[in-house]
């Protein structure tokens, strides 16, 4: 396969992944998994909670943060 | 994340033979704006997924849940569903993934600093009316920690993280109060605060911040990580709560400790107790650190803790029970109250398990298993020489892990059950759908103090998208938009 027949596949299964997601109204609320901006706010949090180098680890427990 | 089932026969044959599996970790939310009664939420936070779908989506979902027939459904669907960790193709491929994730949650834990708390005294100055440690008899008059059982801190983790983990750490003051004016209080806080110096340790405390604005100099030049004060209203209300022990309030003191932390860029976790004793001055104290300015300065040098007053149920506690709000009747009362006080609305960023994390981060928090770390990401060196896994057993020595002084020894016994991140919930936790969301509950709290409610985890996740969706969409509207542009 060239590299133009290539992309033009890759192209085909965007415009069908694009159709299917406008049938079933499909939006992702996450932030795109090729945008690499590294999620890692330093987070010392203190009580019973534990040290965390990402933010997306949730690190406080539930009774102490609502 | 799921297998990539190349033809359409490939996914029907297995939802044919042996059916697929709707991940019993899948959350269905609504979307609650008017015209958007069509459209829901799922969120797996197993998967860290989270989208808008169209009913219909979950219909077909619902099918697969209860095993009926799921008729003619697009391979790409379900491919998606695969993808996005919504649909496995048996059970065994869902466990596999926790498997995984747990490994990925081990090995982020091990990069974390290690918590050393240095709990140089369970007395305190103050006599809150909701005091877990007064009600649970821990304080022990006398007794503090000295500059030469501290020699024997650097001991017992060196003891400890034989064989086990070298890590950074980071030293937590806690009490009781830390910060007392007494000879020998001050003596061992500024031995601690030498040893930051000198090897460049981080230090935070848990403190009334009553004393704080004598201590502050004493931490000038050090890395805080956070200074955590609970003020709980403005001063009336919070000195009924919050009395010092000599009669007098501790309001006043408490600011100004914070005013001079916030000249000297110490960061502040400004934590609330919300009760309904205090929840109708919450606007009032939201004005007076709105006026103050400390409401616009970022959150990494000031933020706003919410919390419940889980001590409310603590058996002989001192406060009323009947005052006991739940989470979500915290967030929802606040919410209504921000729609009137400009500055409750500018401090108001509820956590709702994480969903802010969404906002804040632009993806669903890592999923959670378990929010503690006790014994493995912390210890707890008590005034009377006991080393416990973590704070909420000071006092219990029948919870401890061994003893720092006189002698340096470690109960292997005992902290072998906290070598499993993985074993921290509570049964009941443990079996439930939600826990990826939640955490689960703190174990000891449930146990030994009884302070820890489940915390109607769908609605605080469903109250997370009600509030946040409209800022999440915005952005990603207007991001779209710039991309356009360029």
Known sequence: MTDKEEISVEDKADNSQASLFDKYGIKSLSKSKTDKRRVTKESVAFCCSKSSLDERDINQCTQCVI | ?486
């Open chain 2, 1 to 486: 994340m799921g297998k990539d089932f190349s033809t359409a026969e490939d996914i029907k044959a297995i939802a044919e033979t042996r059916g697929l599996y709707a991940s019993r970790h899948t959350m269905v939310l609504d979307v609650n704006q008017p015209g958007r009664e069509h459209e829901k939420i799922l969120y797996n936070p197993l998967a860290s997924s989270v989208h808008i779908v169209n009913s219909s989506v979950v219909s077909i979902l619902s099918a697969i849940q209860n095993q009926q027939s799921i008729g003619e459904v697009e391979h790409g669907l379900l491919q998606f569903f695969l993808d996005k960790g919504y649909v496995f193709p048996s059970r065994a491929e869902e466990e596999q993934k926790e498997r995984l994730e747990y490994e990925k949650y081990r090995m982020r834990v091990q990069e974390g600093a290690f918590q050393l708390i240095l709990t140089t005294t369970l007395q305190c100055n103050l006599q809150c009316s909701y005091c877990y440690q007064d009600a649970a008899g821990m304080a022990r008059p006398g007794e503090i920690m000295t500059p030469e059982m501290f020699e024997n801190v650097d001991a017992f983790v060196d003891q400890y993280t034989k064989d086990r983990h070298e890590k950074r750490c980071y030293y937590l003051l806690y009490g009781g109060e830390p910060l007392l004016l007494g000879k020998r209080d001050r003596e061992i806080v500024e031995r601690i605060t030498q040893e930051c110096r000198m090897f460049d340790i981080p230090l935070a405390a848990v403190t009334n911040g009553v004393n704080l604005y004598e201590y502050s100099d004493l931490f000038k030049g050090l890395k805080i990580g956070e200074f955590q004060i609970t003020v709980d209203g403005p001063a009336d209300i919070h000195n009924k709560r919050k009395k010092a022990r000599d009669g007098k309030g501790s309001y006043e003191r408490i600011m100004k400790g914070i005013e001079r932390s916030i000249e000297y860029e110490f960061p502040i976790n400004f934590k609330i107790v919300i009760d309904r004793e205090n929840i109708d001055y919450v606007p009032e104290l939201a004005e007076i650190i709105d006026r103050k300015g400390w409401l616009d300065l970022p959150e990494d040098r000031f933020k706003i803790q919410l919390a419940e007053n889980a001590a409310l149920n603590c058996p002989g506690g001192q406060a009323e029970g009947d005052n006991y709000m739940r989470p979500i009747e915290i967030l929802r009362d606040l919410l209504e109250k921000s729609k009137r006080h400009s500055a409750v609305k500018k401090m108001f960023r509820p956590f709702c398990m994480g969903i802010k994390v969404l906002y804040t981060a632009g993806m669903p928090p890592h999923p959670r298993f378990g929010a503690c770390s006790a014994g493995v990401l912390q210890l707890a060196f008590g005034s009377d020489g006991f080393v416990y896994p973590c704070m909420v057993y000071l006092g219990f020595p029948e919870h401890s892990i061994g003893t720092y002084y006189p002698e340096v020894a470690i109960n292997e016994k005992e902290l072998q059950k906290y070598e499993d991140l993985f074993s921290r919930n509570t049964q009941e936790c443990e079996s439930c759908d939600l826990k990826y969301a939640c955490g689960g509950r703190c174990v000891p709290s449930v146990e030994t103090l009884n302070t820890a409610k489940c915390p109607d985890v769908k609605e605080l996740v469903q109250f997370g998208f009600d509030f946040y969706l409209p800022m999440i969409e915005e952005r990603w509207l207007s991001e779209a938009a710039k991309e356009k542009q360029q």
